[in-house]
C-alpha cells in the first residue's frame, strides 16, 4: 500500500471512530454517572440509524438527526420505565427493549432488513455540496474532510453538552443518583425522574451516533448495531486507562480517544486479512484486557514475587 492509502485508511478509521464515540459517549453518561448498564445500546444504535434514514428518504436530511434522536429518547424513556415503574432490572429491562426493537426497527425499515441511500440526499453530501460550490481556497483545501468536519462538530456539541448539563441541578442529581441512590431519595430528589432523564439522554446520543453512520455507509440494514455495546464499553475502558481523572470535559475526550484507539485497533486486525467473524472475538478479548489491565498491573508485584518464590525452591532443590 502506498503512504497516500495508509492516510486514507487512517482517515477513515478516524471518522468510523468519533462516530461511534456518540454511542460511547452514551455510555459515559448511563454507565459511568448513572450506574446503569444500558443493554439496549444495539437495538437503539439501529433505530437511529433506521429512522434517519426513512427520513432522509422521504427528503428531509436535515431532520434525519434529531429524528434519530428523538427516536432514541423514546426508546430509553421504554427502558427506564421498565426500570423505575415496573420493577424489572436493569439489566433484563435493557434485554428486552432490545429484543423488542427488533421488530420495531424491521417496521420501521417497511418490513425490510436493508435500506439503500446511494441516491439519497444526506448531512455529508449537503456539505459537500456546498463546499464545492465555494471559491474560498481554505474551503477548497478542506474539501477531502467534509465527512470528519460534520463528526467532529457533533462530538464538539455532544461533549459540550455533557459538560454543560451535568454540572446543573439536574445534572448534579444524575450524577449523585448514580453514586448513592438512598441518599438522594433522602434529599427529596426523585430517582425515577432522574434515571428517566439520564436514560433518555443517553440514547439521544446513541440514536444520533446510528443516523451518522447510517448516512456515511449510505445503507442500513438490521444489524447495523450488532455489538455496538460491546465496542462503546470497551472503548470507555480504553479510555479510562489513558484519562482516569479530571472534570467531565476531560474524561468525555477520554472516552473519544478510547473510540478512536478501539477503530484503529480493528482496522489494524483488518489489514491483517483477518476473517470478518473473528472481529467480534477481538473486541472480547479488548473488554478483557480493558478490564482486567489494571487489576493485574496492581497484583503484577505479587505474582512475580511468587513466581520468584517457586523459582527459588526449584533451584534449591535442584541442588540439593
Known sequence: MTFAAYLNLGQTALELGLISALT??????????????????????????????????????????????????????????????MGVNSLLAGIIVNTALYSV???????????????????FTLLQSAMKSSTSPIVQALLPYYKLIIILIAVAMVIMFLSLFLRTRLGLAIRATGDNPDMVRSSSINPAFTTTIGLCVSNAFTGLSG?????????????????????????????????RRGGIPIRAIGAVLGAIVFRLVYTIALQLNMQAYMLKAVSSVI???????PYLK???????????IKKAGKEVRKHA
Not at 431532520?63 to 415503574?85: D, H
Not at 473488554?287 to 489491565?293: L, T
Open 24 to 85: 460511547v459517549l452514551s455510555l459515559f453518561l448511563s454507565y459511568s454517572m448513572l450506574n446503569v448498564c444500558d443493554l439496549s445500546t444495539d437495538g437503539c444504535f439501529t433505530l437511529g440509524a433506521a429512522v434517519g434514514a426513512v427520513v432522509a428518504l422521504a427528503g428531509h436530511p436535515y431532520l434525519s438527526l434529531p429524528a434519530a434522536m428523538l427516536a432514541g429518547v423514546v426508546s430509553g424513556f421504554i427502558t427506564a420505565l421498565l426500570q423505575t415503574r
Open 287 to 293: 473488554v478483557v484486557i480493558a478490564i482486567s489491565g
Open 298 to 308: 496492581g497484583e503484577m508485584p505479587t505474582i512475580l514475587r511468587k513466581l520468584g
Open 211 to 243: 443516523c451518522l453512520l447510517a448516512e456515511y455507509n449510505k445503507s442500513v440494514n438490521i444489524d447495523i448495531g450488532s455489538g455496538m455495546v460491546t465496542v462503546a464499553l470497551a472503548s470507555l475502558l480504553i479510555g479510562g486507562v489513558f484519562i
Open 105 to 123: 426497527n424491521i417496521a420501521v425499515m417497511g418490513n425490510s432488513s436493508v435500506l439503500n441511500m446511494n441516491r439519497t440526499a444526506t448531512v
